[in-house]
């Protein structure tokens, strides 16, 4: 599945009709041929990172008034979840070992050393030049289209409304004891609103649960780095964070879509097109709350 590379994917709303955004920073699925040369894993393995196919379930998006950006390149190359200052010194040459977070300690940084199960990508270290370089071409680019577009949205609607859209491995809550067997389908993080007012939160909760999909909040995830760059409710930015089961529609050894890949596609296109009405107008968004 080699190509060319993009930094990111745009595709702005037919007629724009609604403040929200749509982003899928984890499907991009071109893998170049030096990237998979330089990798001990194999294409499968290298793929257990992606959000695979959740661009997909987003097409409708422009339809509906809302723009959608999709990042361009995997996140086992590029993570574009993660601030740039996330380098990882256990796996960039000349990276100081300041203080690290979590998710870069774990091999989690804006350039992974691991994909799931812990798995290294690499036999060893990468330049420092070739992660600056990957942050020039790919990162920084993302990001400025995606700081663009909201603020394009702030200017016309007075608002912006991002859905990050997500999706977490099966097994990511079902050993998580505040589900107590029930574990979601769906994860909304909104960082506790510190990234988005609670009616816009709440009408996105209404929408997945009235597709029948169970619904938990900021655990056990709260939102990333995008959801906290981006989310300013004072200032008329809102961003929740949205992870699918992939179980759902994904065969997760293969990273293929399973048998019920097009009747839960069929679900996420009215889902994508209610959370786009969120968009329309303030009264909108508290009717929704309110139901």
């Known amino acids: 599945m080699a190509g060319h590379m993009n930094a990111f994917d745009f595709f702005p709303a037919r007629v724009a009709t609604s ?3 749509f982003a899928s920073p984890h499907s991009g699925r071109i893998y170049a041929p030096e990237f998979l ?9 290298l793929r257990s990172s992606e959000d695979a196919y959740v661009d997909l379930f987003l097409q409708d998006a422009p ?5 959608v950006l999709l990042g361009g390149v995997p996140r086992a190359y590029v993570d574009y979840n993660r601030a740039a200052t996330e380098l990882d010194p256990a796996l960039i040459a000349d990276v100081p070992k300041a203080t690290l977070n979590p998710r870069v300690m774990s091999g ?8 799931a199960g812990s798995r290294a990508i690499y036999a060893g270290k990468i330049t420092r030049t070739e992660a600056d370089t990957r942050l020039t071409r790919f990162w920084h680019p993302y990001h400025e289209r995606l700081a663009s577009v909201m603020d394009q ?3 016309q609607f007075g608002r912006a409304i991002l859905f990050d859209m997500h999706s977490m491995p099966r097994d990511a809550t079902s050993h998580d004891r505040r589900f107590a067997g ?5 994860v909304l993080g909104d960082r506790f609103g510190a990234a988005c007012s609670g ?3 709440d009408a996105a909760e209404a929408v997945f649960s009235a597709a029948g999909l169970r619904v938990a909040r900021n655990a056990p995830f709260a939102g990333a780095y995008i959801t906290q760059r981006y989310g300013s409710p004072s200032t008329g930015q809102h961003v929740v964070q949205v992870e699918i089961d992939r179980g759902l529609y994904l065969d997760e050894r293969t990273v293929t879509p399973n048998r019920d890949f097009n009747s839960f596609a069929r679900v996420m296109a009215r889902i994508v097109k209610e959370l786009a009405d969120i968009g329309r107008d303030s009264n909108q968004t508290i009717a929704l709350a309110a139901e």
């Open 19 to 21: 403040a929200v955004v």
């Open 37 to 45: 040369k330089a990798s001990v894993l194999d294409e499968t393995a």
């Open 63 to 67: 339809d509906h008034g809302a723009p």
């Open 108 to 115: 989690l940084g804006v350039i992974p050393r691991v994909v």
């Open 153 to 155: 949205q702030r200017r």
């Open 182 to 186: 029930r574990r979601p389908d769906i």
């Open 199 to 201: 009616p816009i939160s």
